[in-house]
């Protein structure tokens, strides 16, 4: 890795944890919905604008949205340690109340069984995050063994509401176990 590759990418993870997940611990002001003044940003990471909306601009898998004097992580965040609520979220994406093809969710081997008894929950973040089509690069778990095929008539059968955000991962709150309907090698 170039060290400018490096660079970029330590400053992805730390904008990612800022946004995502350390709003409070930095004193970073951001509303339920993930949104934090620019010039906060700005300010926390000693970058300038053009730099800041550079990195956005970079980010292979679109997890930064700036809107006006804002910007967020489009998904991903912490309940812990942010003012972000579910609600707010869910508000800010598109409701997908149509889909039919598959959904996919990455992880590890050893996840599968407690899966299949409890289902998939977000654990400490707001969704779980799902993928669109097989070999998307959003919405996958990095380093997955293992593919979830996830039923989106299953989830709507169990009046689970799924969104979609700016960058197009779909999200849900949980994803009940009859509702993983296969699991393949990733």
Request: with cysteine; proline share 5%; glycine share 8%.
């Amino acid at each position: 890795m170039t060290p400018d590759a490096a660079k970029r990418k330590a400053l992805g993870r730390h904008l990612s944890w800022l946004l995502r997940h350390g709003a409070v611990e930095a004193g970073l002001e951001m509303d339920a919905a993930g949104w934090a003044p620019l010039d906060a940003v700005l300010r926390r990471t000693g970058l300038d604008r053009a730099a800041l909306l550079a990195e956005v601009a970079a980010d292979d898998k679109g997890r930064l949205e700036v809107a006006g004097d804002r910007i967020r992580c489009c998904q991903g965040h912490s309940l812990a340690g942010t003012p972000v609520r579910r609600e707010a979220l869910e508000a800010s994406w598109v409701r997908v109340d149509d889909r039919v093809d598959p959904l996919w969710h990455g992880t590890r081997r050893d996840a599968v069984a407690a899966i299949r008894r409890e289902g998939l929950r977000p654990m400490d973040r707001s969704h779980v995050h799902l993928a669109g089509a097989r070999d998307d690069r959003v919405g996958k778990r990095s380093g997955a063994q293992v593919l979830l095929c996830i039923d989106p008539e299953g989830l709507r059968a169990a009046r689970v509401q799924l969104f979609r955000s700016p960058n197009g991962v779909f999200l849900v709150r949980a994803v009940p176990p009859a509702c993983v309907i296969a699991v393949e090698r990733a």
